[in-house]
């Protein structure tokens, strides 16, 4: 029946040829038989590995997309900010530590939340000014505490944009150790926060005392509103 008949066209003359022949019966050159099969399967759709592969890469870039969105999302820290007499407090009992590192004795003081929010309100306003372009500022800085945990918050200005990171600590043993992260609102947790804290270590650049003293801990203990710091003998 002629409404069963396969035929194919050559891709040489436009010649169309009833099949089984393997040559053009006009110009005798051979008919393409893989870029015909090629045109069936197109012209049926996708298979269904195929469209497994499609959905994967949307899935993928939905995800990458959602992580890159969280991490430029800025994110905000409300802490307990006090006044000018909170922030020599904090100076006063900061050189008191450093003193007892510099002279190998232990010495333990006690620093509360509004103290330490303070100095470092002091600290980002007597920034030079910006200059321009998408040079790094310090645009906010803070600190929480909580029962067993602190929280540092930083906020980093570059041209229009503002990125933000918040990273997570508690005691163990005599240090205080990192325990998770955020970048932006992206939660980082363990061991990616880890990770994320330690490229992120120039951000505290203008802390060198509050590094010596962290560096230098032989316990920690943090409460509500306030942190115990003893430093260890030595420098």
């Given at each position: 029946m002629e409404d069963n008949v396969l035929m194919m066209r050559c891709t040489q003359c436009g010649e169309m040829n009833r099949l089984p022949v393997v040559h053009c019966k006009k110009c005798g050159a051979r008919l393409d038989f893989e870029t015909a099969e090629q045109r069936m399967k197109d012209a049926s759709g996708p298979s269904v590995e195929q469209q497994i592969r499609m959905a994967a890469k949307l899935v993928l870039a939905f995800v990458l997309l959602l992580i890159v969105l969280l991490m430029i999302w800025p994110a905000k820290m409300a802490r307990t900010v006090g006044d000018e007499m909170d922030a020599k407090r904090y100076r006063m009992k900061g050189e008191l530590l450093v003193e007892g590192l510099n002279r190998g004795l232990p010495v333990s003081q006690v620093i509360e939340e509004k103290e330490i929010n303070a100095h470092l309100g002091e600290m980002l306003a007597a920034q030079p000014a910006a200059r321009g372009g998408f040079t790094a500022k310090l645009e906010d800085i803070g600190a929480r505490f909580f029962p067993g945990r602190a929280e540092v918050f930083v906020?980093?200005?570059?041209?229009?944009?503002?990125?933000?990171?918040?990273?997570?600590?508690?005691?163990k043993g005599a240090r205080l150790v990192v325990t998770g992260a955020k970048a932006g609102h992206l939660p980082l947790p363990s061991l990616l926060g880890k990770l994320y804290a330690s490229t992120q270590s120039g951000l505290f650049r203008q802390l060198k005392n509050e590094s010596r003293i962290v560096r230098n801990l032989d316990g920690a203990s943090v409460s509500d509103g306030s942190i115990e710091l003893l430093t260890r003998s030595g420098k």
């Open positions: 906020a980093i200005g570059r041209g229009p944009f503002t990125f933000t990171a918040t990273f997570y600590a508690k005691p």
